[in-house]
Antibody
């Protein structure tokens, strides 16, 4: 059974760096074609795809945030970490991590999400 | 970036009636190599993460009731709920995963009439 869980701070000051961890079980990020993505959702707004890391350490980012985002994986810990630098109140959102299915490539399992508020 | 546009933004449907949501992409989502459209539909209820309903535009995810169906190809896609149930009240999003950045539609809210 695949599960994912996001963790990190609930409140971050503007200009600081946000670090979120996705801890997962039920699959390995060493399996070909598997990936873990991050998606966020500001309160009352639509979903926004942020980044993905693949089993071979290939990484893709949203161009609008590319200069501020970094995604890494620790296969020994079954974790994926997302960092977002120089946060602003507009970065306030629920952040989700999701599993990329190795066959059809859609996001078939999602974590429950973690709400991050950017405010001083 | 590929822009995904859903319509309508919201719709109210009576129990047992059909609900239809449209999703249009600014570029074709059809991969010529495997003839698959890289389009997914998700359902999101308040306080919950999105749930995958449909992938490859028309393939139902395991466990999804057969009243949910997806159709379309290229740039025009549709999600149909054939007989709306109370538990189907939710937000619905289409997503293209043909290219990065992957992008979502703005969402369609389905309510009971």
């Amino acid at each position: 059974q695949i599960t994912l869980k996001e963790s990190g701070p609930t409140l971050v000051n503007p200009t600081q760096t946000l670090t979120l961890t996705c801890s997962f079980s039920g699959f390995s990020l060493t399996t070909p074609a598997v990936g873990v993505a991050w998606i966020r959702q500001p309160p009352g707004k639509a979903l926004e795809w942020l980044a993905i890391i693949y089993w071979d350490d290939d990484k893709r980012y949203s161009p609008s945030l590319k200069n501020r985002l970094a995604i890494t994986k620790d296969t020994s810990k079954n974790q994926v970490v997302l960092t977002l630098t120089n946060v602003d109140p507009v970065d306030t959102a629920t952040y989700y991590c999701a599993h990329r299915n190795r066959v059809h490539s859609a996001h078939d399992y999602w974590g429950q999400g973690t709400l991050v508020t950017v405010s001083s | 970036d590929i822009v995904m546009t859903q319509s309508p933004d919201s719709l109210a449907v009576s129990l047992g009636e059909r609900a239809t949501i449209s999703c249009k992409s600014s570029q074709s989502l059809l991969y010529s190599s495997n003839h698959k459209n890289y389009l997914a539909w998700y359902q999101q209820k308040p306080g919950q993460p999105p749930k995958l309903l449909i992938y490859w535009a028309s393939t139902r995810e395991s466990g999804v009731p057969d009243r949910f169906s997806g159709s379309g190809s290229g740039t025009d896609f549709t999600l149909t709920i054939s007989s709306l149930q109370a538990e189907d009240v939710a937000l619905y999003y289409c997503q293209q995963y043909y290219s990065t950045p992957q992008t979502f539609g703005q969402g369609t809210k389905v309510e009971l009439k």
